[in-house]
């Protein structure tokens, strides 16, 4: 379990989050929904640092986060950030190398373990034909899956992934989602950002509800459907389909 408890944190010494207390399941894939500027980035980024947590704790499987040093941190919670403007101009498998190196040791020499989990992430998310292709002169999709790559070679238990299937086509995004429910069942955390309310709702094990820097909700999707809250806080009607695969979710 991963728990905030009270938390108020500023960016950049602006004071943007308020006693806000939401805990993420072990196992459990959680979505965090809200609009523009609710604080979602601002909250998962207190947990790489780059949101300063002013006062309350954080607690990682009941251990204080914040006082274990990033560099350790890196080697339980994989953090893929929202906005990658710097495009490394690397080839793939050297980007994917980057997601070993909390694990690495003095030398940064990579042993044949280390190797052998790039491999697999590589494959995990269908990159390996692109080995040796520079990252710079991939498309967005492919790309994004290259970072997923490096992610999932930092071999974490937790993943936090803000706003991952930007750039994805529908093809990608329908990889992603099966790709989310892969690591689910290898055992992983996953706590996601997403805008796509339809695919919060589908691949959600349950939704935590942010409105104006606060946590209004947190459940499972019938819990939060049940409530009307996301139609409160996105001022939308949710129709609902059914069919023999499943339901499925719009938003007018
Ligand atoms: N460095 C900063 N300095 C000042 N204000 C900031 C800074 N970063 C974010 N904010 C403000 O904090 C609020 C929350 O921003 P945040 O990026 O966490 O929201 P978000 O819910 O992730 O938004 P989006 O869905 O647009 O990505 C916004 O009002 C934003 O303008």
């Known amino acids: 379990m991963l728990e905030f408890s009270h938390v108020s944190a500023t960016c950049q010494h602006t004071k943007i989050l308020t ?3 939401v805990s993420f399941p072990t196992g459990e894939i959680t979505t965090i929904v809200g609009p523009n500027g609710c604080g979602k980035t601002t909250l998962i980024q207190c947990l790489n640092g780059v949101s300063k947590v002013t006062s309350g704790q954080i607690f990682l499987e009941h251990e204080d986060l914040l006082n274990i040093p990033l560099r350790e941190r890196a080697k339980r919670i994989a953090f893929l950030p929202q906005v990658r403007t710097i495009i490394p101009t690397l080839p793939v498998r050297t980007l994917v ?3 070993r190196f909390p694990h690495l040791g003095f ?18 998310t269908h990159v390996e ?36 299937t930007t750039y994805l ?5 329908r990889d992603f989602l099966s790709l989310i429910r892969s690591l689910k069942e290898n055992g992983k955390t996953v706590i996601l ?31 939060c459907i049940q409530s009307h809250i996301l139609e409160d806080v996105f001022h939308a009607s949710l129709k609902q389909f059914h069919d023999k695969d499943g339901t499925y979710y719009f938003f007018e």
């Open 97 to 99: 190398e980057h997601g």
């Open 193 to 223: 950002i997403l805008h796509d309310l339809n695919q919060a709702l589908s691949l959600s094990d349950r939704l935590v509800v942010m409105q104006e820097q606060k946590v209004v909700a947190t459940g499972t999707p019938d819990t």
């Open 107 to 124: 030398s940064r020499r990579k042993t044949e373990k280390d190797r052998e989990i790039v491999t697999r992430a590589m494959e995990f």
């Open 129 to 164: 034909t692109y080995a040796d292709q520079y990252v710079d002169t991939l498309s967005g999709g492919i790309r994004q899956r290259v970072f997923f790559a490096m992610i999932l070679a930092q071999d974490c238990d937790y993943i936090v992934l803000d706003e991952p």
């Open 169 to 173: 086509d529908f093809i990608g995004q």
């Open 19 to 21: 006693d806000i207390s």
